[in-house]
């Protein structure tokens, strides 16, 4: 991303997508809408004519800084501007969290790390602010024999399906593989640092199967052919801020608290999730 930015290429899904047209954009000069009809010139018109309510703009970082987006992003954008906070962002993988946590390196993590009692003992969390099922995706099925609906057919079709010593993807640093175990003791687990690591090793068939969110699993199947998502969930994961034992740290704890708990009732953090989260 920071390379296109410098040279101002926008991207098919972030600055340009079936909700944001190129007049929205700032990209209306590339349109010619002076040649014959074509699908969509109608609707460029009347922007180019009567103007946008929304419009995409640029930002300018004040230092050596990378801008993230994201549930988790904009809920601490808020709550720190609300209490004017300042603000510096990191991105962690999973195993280097808790280190950074532990060394003061960060504040506090905004992750689904699963409440455990071993963690207990050694950070605390918030009250959830996210509560996200963890699905199951799977290769579909070769192509349909003819006569044969065109749908694709998942290569394993329940939860039940995946019995037997299957081999599965999960997060490295995550609880996914005790859920996974959980449910099929005889699993073999195979960890990967990221989502997209995950994807890449059911698609080229080193696992049988992967588990992660629902929603990522959900934009991943929408986009990529060959993969689909069981209906039924393994489990449900909870979201926290994950602070340190400190006085600092309970300090933060129950001001997060006390502020998510505003937001909830408002039907703001309802209207957040819908934004990122649903399909």
Same mark, same amino acid.
């Given at each position: ?130 509560? *996200?099922? !963890? %699905? ?7 192509? #349909?024999? &003819? ?7 998942? =290569? ?75 209906? *039924?969930? !393994? %489990? ?7 602070? #340190?034992? &400190? ?7 129950? =001001? ?24």
């Amino acid at each position: 991303d920071t390379l296109r930015f410098e040279a101002g290429l926008p991207l098919y899904g972030d600055e340009l997508s079936e909700t944001i047209s190129p007049v929205m954009a700032g990209l209306g000069i590339f349109c010619k809408l002076d040649k014959e009809n074509f699908i969509g010139r109608d609707a460029l018109v009347a922007q180019k004519r009567d103007g946008t309510k929304t419009r995409l703009v640029g930002i300018e970082v004040l230092d050596r800084a990378i801008p993230r987006a994201g549930y988790d992003v904009e809920l601490i954008y808020r709550m720190c501007a609300e209490n004017h906070w300042g603000l510096e962002l990191s991105h962690a993988e999973y195993p280097g969290m808790l280190m950074g946590l532990s060394t003061g390196k960060y504040d506090l993590i905004a992750a689904d790390l699963y409440v455990t009692e071993n963690r207990q003992e050694n950070i605390s969390y918030s009250i959830p602010y996210k509560y *996200e099922d !963890i %699905a199951m995706a799977v290769r579909d099925s070769s192509v #349909p024999a &003819s006569g044969e609906t065109d749908e694709p057919v998942p =290569e394993y079709g329940s939860l039940d399906a995946l019995e037997g010593g299957k081999k599965f993807a999960v997060l490295s640093g995550a609880v996914s593989d005790s859920f996974v175990l959980e449910r099929y003791p005889d699993a073999k687990i195979e960890y990967f640092p990221n989502a997209v690591d995950c994807a890449l090793a059911l698609t080229s068939k080193k696992v049988d199967a992967a588990a992660y969110d629902a929603p990522v699993w959900e934009y991943f199947v929408a986009c990529t052919e060959g993969v689909a998502m069981l209906p *039924e969930y !393994i %489990a449900t994961d909870h979201y926290h801020l994950i602070l #340190p034992k &400190s006085e600092r740290g309970e300090q933060l704890q129950k =001001e997060f608290n006390e502020w998510l708990a505003v937001q909830k009732q408002s039907g703001e953090m309802e209207r957040l999730h819908d934004f990122w989260c649903s399909s």
